[in-house]
């Protein structure tokens, strides 16, 4: 069975750093691009970084690039989310994410519990 655990979220003051973790099981860890979703309340779940699965591409929503960086670590089935210079919109729970192709015809998106970041003062 496939599970992604996220951790690492809290509260921290604008500007500060956090790094979010995703272990990841039950799959082929190191053939699959993994993903960081986030929603805040009232707002639609939306993507926020992506990698492929040998880290050779990255991907990243407009309002995070030049803070954000995805990585990941294929030995330890682990996926990482580097956030700098927070903001208070960055405040939301973050999702860990694969998208699996099932028999060949259907993609199924699996997710993590989340992890809430609040960003405030």
């Known amino acids: 069975q496939v599970q992604l655990v996220e951790s690492g979220g809290g509260l921290v003051q604008p500007g500060g750093s956090l790094r979010l973790s995703c272990a990841a099981s039950?799959?082929?860890?190191?053939?699959?691009?993994m993903r960081w979703f986030r929603q805040a309340p009232g707002k639609e779940r939306e993507s926020v970084a992506a990698?492929?699965?040998?880290?050779?591409?990255?991907n990243y929503a407009d309002s995070v690039k030049r803070r954000f960086t995805i990585s990941r670590d294929n030995t330890k089935n682990t996926v990482y989310l580097q956030m700098n210079s927070l903001k208070p919109e960055d405040t939301a729970v973050y999702y860990c994410?694969?998208?699996?192709?099932?028999?060949?015809?259907?993609?199924?998106?699996?997710w993590g519990q989340g992890t809430q970041v609040t960003v405030s003062s």
């Open positions: 994410n694969v998208p699996i192709l099932v028999g060949g015809k259907s993609i199924v998106d699996y």
């Open positions: 039950g799959f082929h860890f190191s053939v699959y691009a």
């Open positions: 990698i492929t699965s040998a880290s050779d591409t990255t």
